[in-house]
């Protein structure tokens, strides 16, 4: 099996945090291609920001096909997934973003909340689980002011601010998503906060998708 790794914004440190822990999620037998977005933003943190990073994984998943190869599925590497209806219908293949793939896994537990870095992204993320209806077991959004990229490159400071917002977000829900491919890692590191299970949403997308296509 092939799985392609779409990062839509342009920071390539981003893309190898992706491609090893999907790799790591997906096992040896599957080949795990990774490839950084041609143009658009350094993260993704806004609505104009998401609409050029659709067009950006649309562009990285065109180019990828063009240059001859073809995947078996496609994880959307980035927590809101831009452009990812639009790559389920030009590719015909699985198609998962981190947001989906982590709600649907927390939505199995039952009440859950998310936390992630940027203000921008509590209306944009209520948006898209109302439009994959899963909204009704959402209880809150938690954002802290720094983006996850801001975040992650002042770990210290990540790890408290998440924290505070980690314990907040269980407080009404059974699981908490820490989302943001920039986080990845940042739940095992804080789970010992809370007593609900913590779902980091890079590995949720590369469960899901690795499951959808052995179930295909």
């Known amino acids: 099996m092939r799985l392609l790794v779409i990062n839509p914004n342009t ?50 998943y065109a180019a990828h096909v063009y240059a001859g190869v073809k995947p078996d599925a496609i994880v959307l590497g980035c927590f809101g997934d831009p452009g990812v209806f639009a790559l389920r219908e030009v590719s015909g293949l699985p198609v998962m973003g981190l947001a989906e793939a982590s709600m649907r896994e927390a939505s199995d537990i039952g009440r859950y909340s998310i936390v992630t870095g940027g203000a921008a992204w509590k209306p944009m993320l209520e948006r898209l689980a109302r439009s994959l209806e899963l909204d009704g077991l959402l209880s809150k959004v938690i954002t802290v002011a720094p983006t996850a990229a801001q975040l992650a490159a002042n770990p210290a400071m990540g790890q408290a601010l998440l924290a505070d917002a980690c314990r907040q977000a269980a407080r009404d829900a059974d699981a908490v998503i820490v989302g943001g491919a920039a986080l990845a890692g940042m739940a095992a590191l804080l789970q010992g906060e809370v007593s609900v299970p913590l779902i980091d949403s890079v590995d949720a997308g590369g469960r899901a998708v690795v499951r959808g ?3 295909a």
Request: hydrophobic content about 50%; proline content about 0%; charged content about 20%.
């Open 213 to 215: 296509v052995r179930l």
């Open 11 to 60: 920071t390539a440190a981003v893309t190898k945090v992706l491609q090893r822990r999907i790799a790591s999620i997906a096992g040896d037998a599957v080949q795990v291609d990774a490839i950084t977005a041609r143009f658009g933003s350094a993260y993704i943190a806004d609505e104009s920001s998401y609409a050029i990073g659709a067009h950006a994984a649309l562009d990285t």
